[in-house]
């Protein structure tokens, strides 16, 4: 079983990061094939910023596809650019707290995540991203739970322990979403 | 039996037939560089980075290691041999053109990183194993085969004085402009030499010995000429000295 | 087994060459390449190594010839115009028997190009990275287990031949992640032996009686320009016996034959599987070193019955393509799927490529 993930967003909201969680998780816990793609452009700073993660059983051909099976769109210009980047009966992730367009197509599934204002009232707004992480393995079950917050403690909380806590709240609340919206999709 | 009171220096090759042209310094200068090596018991340490031009005739005179740069890059490859070398006496030898022109970016860097090394620059004015093209160096209003209406301010620019550029950087221990156009001269540039080499010894860092030099074939004079024209002109642009000895 | 470790490409090639005992390395900024320089700057003071950051990529193209010239196992990289750059130094080390191990992460070109990754500089690579006619081995790896993989054996083979080697990667390899084992690391004992070894290396003559010159043809005066070029000629020739190098990928029945290199190779091999899902028998020949190149892998294909060959990369016009046709000479049909402006070939050209091939 091959799956392949586009997150996109503005610099800043952790999409890289996002991606890395994902994909350090696969290489260091299980013994599934793993790539990561981060796009790169002239910019430094600003602007808009995508990766691309294959996870996979068997070696990974291609690790940028034109067509994901999930795309996470945080922003709109992301949901312009890639919500036609979904194959069809894949699933669009939005962080429905800024995300207006919609995508406009019927042969995909759409996952709100209302994860700006749940990362606010959690009282950190950086934490947007691993809501969404959340989001993602409780409506795709590609990787463990447990796995990915491991991961996110040892990566994340290895210099700043003290967000292990408010990290771990995010994950959990993102994940009871993803899983509510498999769970009522089938 | 008579004694010896004079020879060719050890480091240069027995019976080598040099390929510089009569009267041409170069001669003078790879003889002090070799009598200087001797004299600090360096001439088997030593590696010299070559040059491209009449100073790449020099391999056929030096016996010593050699490693031959493309042009205008000796300063590039001897500042990463000597940090991998660093026990190795080091020196590049270059002219104007290479190492004032097409090698200046490499010259100005290394310097500015305070390599530790010797650059050892002959300074003629001209190209002159290309058969007498405008240098960095050639003085306003000489005639060369690439300006052949003489060398014009406003077209050409002014010459480019090395060892005033190169005093402008923080980074360098030693700079000196010498030449070996008479016999007093050539004793004050073996010390110059000398003193370079030393400076590289004790790890002090850049160390540049620019020879004001000659050539005769290119600039159409006999050699005596040649260095009367050393005296009366270059010299005026080029003055001869010791800019920095830190 | 080594520990399974998610890096990235730039990175997993700069931490191997010093593994494989790499300690000299010059380079200068340029996208999509600048992990490689940065990686150096902060690991080869970890191993008493040297890292310079040149004044241009001239610059630290004959710092590393000139490192070479010391004995020490040296490298540099950069991408595309940057290499073009560094041609100059490149056609010096072959010139002077001098190994160096060079590393492209290709982008896109003519010129400045784009930033993104490309596979344009195929005929630069293996046909004429500098002046000269001198030829080089060019290693590509299609994922970063062979891009670490073909780095340490970049080092052997430019040592072995006291040759320039190249690894033509591009800016896809480079800076994507993926997991790699990376080699045990040699002890300093056997990186100072293999500089030892390197009795040429200029380092003084310290009594020894034949001074050593780095030059090439027309400054050795012990060896004439055209008794070097043969020698040369010589070797390039053998190494068409000795360091050809590929994958055959279940070409046995195949009735199509996808041939592709480095990044696209990868892309190309999951199209077979999905091509036999469909009923066509696809197969794949995929050169690891494109020079020399792999004339034998296509020939012993049965090419007079195969519908054809789809030729993949990302080059537009081909490049690659140039070197396949030359041993297919007509005896089968040859279509190509291509990208350029940045777009990594999309797996969905080589499979509509293929397809064309069975109407």
Known sequence: MEKSFIIAGFGGQGVMVAGQ?????????????????????????????????????????????????????????????????????GTIFTNSSVVT???????????????????????????????????????????????????????????????????????????EIGRKAKEEQV | MME???????????????????????????????????????????????GVGCCGLAVTYFDMDTVAAPHGRACAIASSFKRCSPETLVFTYQGDGDLA??????????????????????????????????????????????TPFGRDEREHGAPMHMCELLNQLDAPAYIARVTAADVPNAKKARAAVKKAFQYQLEG???????????????????????????????LKEFPLGEFRAK | MAEKIFMKGCEAVAETAVRAGCRFFAGYPITPQNDVPEYFARRMPEVNGVFIQGESEVASSNMAYGAAAAGVRSMTSSSSCGISLKSEAISWMAGANLPVVIANFQRGGPGIGTIQPAQQDYLQATHASGNGGFRMLVLSPMNLQEAVDMTWQAFELADKYSKPVMLLMDGFTGTMMEPVELPEPLSEEEVAAIRASKTWAARGKHGGPQHKVMCGPGLDTRISQEQMNERDAELYESWKTTEVEYEDYMTGDAEIVLTAYGITGRIAK???????????????????????????AYEKLPLEKLRGIVSAEMSIPAQFAEDVERVVHGRTRIVTALSSGGEVLDRAAILDAARSLMK
């Open chain 1, 21 to 89: 969680l994902l994909s350090y998780t696969a290489c260091e816990t299980t013994d599934k094939y793993v790539t990561y793609f981060p796009s790169y452009g002239a910019e430094m700073r600003g602007g808009t910023a995508n990766c691309y993660v294959v996870i996979s059983d068997e070696p990974v051909g291609a690790p940028k596809v034109n067509q994901a099976d999930y795309v996470v769109c945080l922003n709109d210009p992301s949901m312009a650019k890639f919500k036609d980047a979904v194959v069809p009966g």
């Open chain 1, 101 to 175: 367009i919609e995508p406009e197509r019927s042969d995909i599934h759409v996952v709100k995540v209302d994860a700006g204002s749940i990362a606010i009232e959690l009282g950190a707004p950086k934490v947007l991203n691993l809501v969404i992480v959340g989001a993602i393995i409780g409506y795709t079950d590609v990787l463990p739970a447990e796995n990915v917050l491991q991961t996110a403690f040892k990566k994340l909380g290895a210099k700043r322990p003290e967000l292990n806590p408010i990290n771990e709240a995010a994950f959990r609340r993102g994940w």
């Open chain 2, 4 to 50: 010896k009171v004079y020879s060719r220096p050890a480091g240069i090759f027995e019976g080598a037939v040099t390929g510089f042209c009569p009267g041409c310094m170069h001669s003078s200068v790879c003889k002090i560089i070799c009598e200087v090596l001797d004299e600090l018991g360096q001439l088997d340490n030593a590696c010299y980075v070559q």
């Open chain 2, 101 to 146: 022109a097409i090698g200046l970016a490499e010259t100005m860097s290394a310097a500015n990183r305070g390599e530790n090394f010797t650059v050892i620059f002959v300074n003629n004015g001209i190209y002159g194993m290309t058969g007498g093209q405008m240098a960095p160096t050639t003085l306003l209003g000489a005639k060369t085969t690439t």
């Open chain 2, 204 to 234: 002090k860092g850049f160390s540049f010995v620019e020879f004001v030099s000659n050539c005769p074939t290119n600039w159409g004079m006999s050699p005596l000429e040649s260095l009367d024209h050393v005296h009366n002109v270059i």
């Open chain 3, 270 to 296: 999951s199209a077979v599987k999905l091509l036999r899902a469909e009923g066509i028998r696809a197969g794949l020949i995929r050169p690891k070193k494109v020079y020399p190149f792999p004339d034998a």
